[in-house]
C-alpha cells in the first residue's frame, strides 16, 4: 500500500467512536495517528497518569491470537475500515502498550485506550538507561563489547516499526488465507 507504513493506514470510516486515551504509565505519551496514506501524524502528548477523551472512527474488526514478539508485546487486532493509532514515549520514542498491543484501532466495542509500558527485556531496558544518561557522540567511548555501540545508536524508530507492524499484518493475513 501507499505511505510509509508499508500498506499499515487509516481507513475512510464514517462512524464516529468516542474513545479515552489513558496513560497510565509513567512517561509522557506521543499518541500518533496513522493517516489515510499510512504517514504518522503527531498528537498533543499525554502526560503520565491522565486521559483525553478523542474522537477517532472505528471500523469492523478481529483479534488474531498468536505469539508476541520479543519483550511482552501482542500481536495486533485486524481490521477491515477504521482508523489507526500507536503511542510513543514522548522522551525516548520507545514504543508502548494501548490495550496490550502494540496498535489501536477504533471498533465499535471499545471505548477506551489504556496505554501501558511494555515488557522490556534487561538488555531493552539497560540500553534505554545508558541512551538516558550518555550522549550519542559518546557511545563508543564506553568500555562495552562493540556490538552494543551498534544497538546503542539503533535508537526506537516508529517508521522501523511501522515496517515490522505491517510485514506482521502481512504474515498474518497470509496465514489467515492458507487455512
Not at 166 to 173: A, D, G, H, K, Y
Request: glycine share 8%; charged share 25%; hydrophobic share 35%.
Amino acid at each position: 500500500g501507499a505511505g510509509t507504513a508499508g500498506g499499515l493506514r487509516s481507513a475512510n470510516s464514517r462512524e464516529l467512536s468516542r474513545v479515552t486515551f489513558n496513560n497510565r504509565s509513567p512517561r509522557s505519551v506521543l499518541p500518533v495517528w496513522l493517516d489515510f496514506e499510512g504517514r504518522p501524524r503527531y498528537y498533543p502528548v499525554l502526560q503520565p497518569r491522565t486521559g483525553r477523551v478523542m474522537h477517532s472512527y472505528r471500523g469492523a474488526c478481529g483479534a488474531r491470537s498468536g505469539a508476541g514478539a520479543a519483550g511482552g508485546r501482542r500481536a495486533l487486532t485486524l481490521c477491515r475500515a477504521g482508523h489507526l493509532w500507536l503511542f510513543r514515549d514522548a522522551g525516548t520514542n520507545d514504543g508502548l502498550l494501548v490495550n496490550q498491543q502494540e496498535l489501536f484501532i477504533a471498533a465499535p466495542d471499545v471505548s477506551k485506550a489504556d496505554i501501558t509500558l511494555p515488557v522490556f527485556t534487561l538488555k531493552e531496558r539497560c540500553l534505554q538507561v545508558v541512551r538516558s544518561l550518555v550522549k550519542p557522540v559518546d557511545y563508543r567511548k564506553l568500555d562495552i563489547v562493540r556490538s552494543l555501540y551498534e544497538e546503542l545508536e539503533d535508537h526506537p524508530d516508529i517508521k522501523k516499526d511501522l515496517l515490522r507492524l505491517s510485514l506482521e499484518r502481512s504474515e498474518t493475513l497470509k496465514n489467515r488465507a492458507s487455512e
